[in-house]
């Protein structure tokens, strides 16, 4: 049988409408929709809101003019202001100034459209059946190959052929499409290229490779720092044989947007892109010692459970983020990571950097 590509399906009909929460994802029955606060917003807000606004704009210049400037003579500045929350009419243009993904699209012009007009890609099929599985209950991605599945196809294809040793694989979809929420299709791409391929930071490819290897070191360094900040707790984990593949994973591989309430994803990936994969463990820690004493309780069916349902009070980032920003994990992360390339026989982590960057170049 022929495969079909996306552009040749007919889009189905819209989503009847519905409420919605500020986020654009359908409010639920009742008033806790896990994808924004719900509540409405005093004028005292709006007003403190705005001035964050006038602040970040003088801060980053007109179209991210001034950015560069302001983040040499400013850093702790930027820093506690990223980690405070970049405001939501903003946040796709500083993303991609602090992701280091603004320069590489114009390293690269006319190359998004290439991939996705000309080439072809072995995963489309897959892609294709995997869109309706992300965000499904935002409006954007409701319409069945409507304009979002489709700008959703096309980012997940463009990558597929950009980077054929990688290609697609399913969490990927959770990145991109939580990029496509806040710029377009082309911004999202060479988003998740200076992700994946370390622009900035420390490369994310290996999440989606075969085996998984990034996945398997980021659990093996999570398990020993939660034994360590957390030695009770660790000790019952072992004791009811809970280890971080059963809970963490889905952590790492889309940087908590697949499962946990969408205000609080956002506040992640401000400082994710930020300051790189350390944040995810700060908040796993966190999380895990939010809810400690009730965790070193539970027996192994209850645990399952209670580490994919946190408490409503752990999803709140004003509380959640300063827990995690008060835990220090950098040194710890490269000195376990050594460790786990000594058992493992890996190259370096700056060999690993070096490589990646001589790529994007």
């Given at each position: 049988m022929e495969k079909k590509k996306i552009d040749e399906y007919e889009p189905g009909p819209p989503p009847s409408p519905r409420p919605l929460d500020r986020f654009g994802f359908v409010k639920q029955e009742v008033n806790n929709s896990p994808h924004g606060l719900t509540k409405g917003r005093s004028a005292y807000e709006f007003e403190r809101e705005e001035r964050r606004v006038r602040k970040w704009r003088k801060m980053i210049g007109v179209g991210g003019s001034d950015w560069k400037h302001y983040v040499r003579r400013k850093p702790n500045v930027v820093k506690r202001r990223i980690r405070k929350g970049i405001p939501d009419c903003l946040r796709g243009l500083v993303w991609q100034l602090i992701s280091g993904s603004r320069d590489?699209?114009?390293?690269?012009?006319?190359?998004?459209?290439?991939?996705?007009?000309?080439?072809?890609?072995?995963?489309?099929?897959?892609?294709?059946?995997?869109?309706?599985?992300?965000?499904p209950s935002h409006v954007f991605f409701q319409q069945r190959h409507g304009p979002g599945q489709r700008s959703?196809?096309?980012?997940?294809?463009?990558?597929?052929?950009?980077?054929?040793?990688?290609?697609?694989?399913?969490?990927?979809?959770?990145?991109?499409?939580?990029?496509?929420?806040?710029?377009?299709?082309?911004?999202?791409?060479?988003?998740?290229?200076?992700?994946?391929?370390?622009?900035v930071h420390a490369p994310m490819e290996g999440l989606y490779?075969?085996?998984?290897?990034?996945?398997?070191?980021?659990?093996?360094?999570?398990?020993?720092?939660?034994?360590?900040?957390?030695?009770?707790?660790?000790?019952?984990?072992?004791?009811?044989?809970?280890?971080?593949?059963?809970?963490?994973?889905?952590?790492?591989?889309t940087v908590f947007s697949y499962s946990f309430p969408f205000h609080l994803a956002l506040r992640i990936w401000d400082v994710f892109l930020y300051e790189g994969v350390k944040i995810v463990f700060k908040v796993g820690l966190a999380l895990l010692k939010?809810?400690?004493?009730d965790l070193v309780k539970l027996p192994f069916e209850k645990l399952v459970h209670a580490l994919r349902n946190f408490p409503e009070g752990?999803?709140?980032?004003?509380?959640?983020?300063?827990?995690?920003?008060?835990?220090?994990?950098?040194?710890?992360?490269?000195?376990?990571?050594?460790?786990?390339?000594?058992?493992?026989?890996k190259l370096s982590h700056s060999t690993e950097i070096n490589r990646n960057q001589e790529?994007?170049?």
């Open positions: 590489l699209l114009l390293m690269n012009p006319g190359v998004y459209e290439q991939l996705v007009i000309y080439e072809t890609s072995a995963s489309e099929l897959d892609i294709i059946r995997d869109i309706s599985r992300t965000f959703l196809y096309n980012v997940l294809k463009a990558y597929s052929v950009y980077d054929r040793d990688v290609g697609y694989v399913q969490g990927m979809g959770f990145l991109a499409g939580l990029l496509l929420l806040y710029m377009s299709e082309e911004d999202a791409f060479w988003l998740l290229v200076a992700l994946l391929k370390g622009a490779q075969v085996g998984l290897p990034l996945v398997q070191q980021y659990l093996f360094q999570f398990d020993c720092l939660m034994k360590e900040h957390m030695p009770k707790l660790g000790e019952h984990f072992t004791q009811e044989i809970i280890n971080p593949s059963m809970y963490a994973s889905q952590w790492f591989i939010y809810c400690h004493d752990a999803m709140d980032p004003d509380t959640v983020l300063p827990m995690a920003n008060s835990i220090k994990v950098s040194r710890r992360l490269e000195e376990l990571k050594q460790e786990y390339d000594k058992k493992n026989g790529q994007l170049q």
